[in-house]
């Protein structure tokens, strides 16, 4: 099983960066995909989550109208494009997958850093 993070990088307050969560090794259409993110001395914390066959997305309420989380079950990648930067937005960015039984299937990629910052 694998999940591998791409697209973080540095990014001046305001712009945008598309991340990308590729995923290998299960049956990523039986799978909820999340975007979370960890800031330095800060607790990880849900960012976006989409369900199995993308009909439904989640928001945590800092990143509604920024962030859009989606996902591509023919390539197995999730998204998330991000808007509107802000500083408080630095974090590692972890792509989680989460079975649809809520079985205890649950797979983390190693994350990409996201840095804003003028």
């Known amino acids: 099983v694998q999940l591998v993070e791409s697209g973080g990088g540095l990014v001046q307050p305001g712009g945008s960066l598309r991340l990308s969560c590729a995923a290998s090794?299960?049956?990523?259409?039986?799978?909820?995909m999340s975007w979370y993110r960890q800031a330095p001395g800060k607790e990880r914390e849900l960012v976006a989550r989409?369900?199995?066959?993308?009909?439904?997305?989640n928001y945590a309420d800092s990143t509604k109208g920024r962030f859009t989380i989606s996902r591509d079950n023919a390539k197995n990648r999730v998204y998330l494009q991000m808007n509107n930067l802000r500083s408080e937005d630095t974090a590692v960015y972890y792509c989680?997958?989460?079975?649809?039984?809520?079985?205890?299937?649950?797979?983390w990629g190693q994350g990409t850093q996201v840095t804003v910052s003028s």
């Open positions: 989680m997958a989460n079975h649809i039984l809520n079985d205890g299937r649950v797979f």
């Open positions: 090794g299960f049956t990523f259409s039986s799978y909820a």
């Open positions: 989409i369900n199995n066959v993308g009909s439904t997305t």
